[in-house]
C-alpha cells in the first residue's frame, strides 16, 4: 500500500506519512513510559527543574572541553535552539579558570540568503547569536583560539573534514517540530524520493550541506525566533549532517518542551528505543548510532490529549 500524503505540506515526507499505529502507540505515552524506553545505546532522563535541565546542558560543554589536551583536540558540536545554556556554559568557564586552548566547537547550522551564508550583522545569525551569549562572555585569557571555532559558513568540506581531525565528544541537539537535529530535515517527495523517502542507509551518507528547509521548519523558526514573522526567515539552510553526526562519541538531544510538542518529543523517543529508523523522520536514524540521550524538561513534557483554547 502507498505512504499517504503529508497532511502538512503534500510535496513533502515528514512524520504525518508514517503508519497511524507508530502515532498512536506514541501518543500513549507518559512520562514513566519515556522513561522505560531506555535501552543499552539509548538513554531517557529527565529533569525536575529549568535550573537543573540547563546547567546539565551547559556542563556536557565543561565535560567535553577538560578532555581537551595538546595531543588530543577535543570538541562539542552545539546547537541553537535551546539557547539557554550558553550563557551559563560561559559563566562556568570563567568560574573554574578553565582555558580553552585546546577545546573546540561546532556550531551545527546557519542561514542561507539569495545563495550565500547570512553574515553575522543578520538578526537571526546562529554564528552571532553563539558568539554573543557565550564565547564573547569568556574571559579573553581562557577563549579558545579562533581557528579552534568552526561554523558550516565557508569551506563546508574543511568543516567536514574537522570531524576527522578533532574528536567530537558531544553532539548536542535540539528538536524542531518536523522532528529533525541541526536542519537534517526530511525530503521533498519528488525524483526518486516521489513513491518513498530515502532509506535510512541512504540520509545517513548527506555531510555538511546546504539544504531547502521544510516548510514547517520554517514556521517553527518564525514563531521561536521572530515574533511570527515569517518574512524575516531564509528558505534554505547549512547544516551538520548525518555523516558527521556519527563521528561524535555521544548524541545528546535537549527537549525543554517549546521547540518540538508534546507529542513529537514522544515520537522520536519511541522509534529510537524500538528501533524504527525512517527518514521522514530524521530523528528517528539516530535509532543506529550507537550513544544516544534524551533529555526532557519534565513540565516540558506536556501530555497528548486534546484541549481546546
Known sequence: MPRPLSKLATDWWDYTTLDPEILADAA???PSDLLQLS???????????????YCAEALEYIEAWKQATPDNPVG???P???TEQLPLVARMVNSIGLKLTHAHFWGMDEWVLDGKPVGEDHPLSFTRCDKELCFHRINRHLRMPPENLHFPTGDLQAYSDSFNAISCA???GGQGEIKHWAFNDPLPRSGPYKDNPPTPEEYRKLGARRVQLHPVTIIQ??????GGNVALVPTEALTVGPLETWKAQKVSIWHPG?????FGIRLTALMISKRIPDSSVPMSLLADHPNVQ?????SGIGSVTVEMH
Do not use: K, W
Open 221 to 226: 523558526n518564525a514563531r521561536t525566533s521572530g
Open 258 to 262: 517549546h521547540h518540538d510538542n508534546p
Open 294 to 298: 534524551f533529555n526532557y524538561l519534565r
Open 28 to 30: 500513549r505515552l507518559t
Open 170 to 172: 558531544i553532539m548536542q
Open 39 to 53: 535501552r543499552p545505546g539509548f538513554t531517557v532522563r529527565i529533569y525536575d527543574t529549568v535550573e537543573e535541565f
Open 80 to 82: 541553537i535552539g535551546p
Open 76 to 78: 562539542i558540536c552545539g
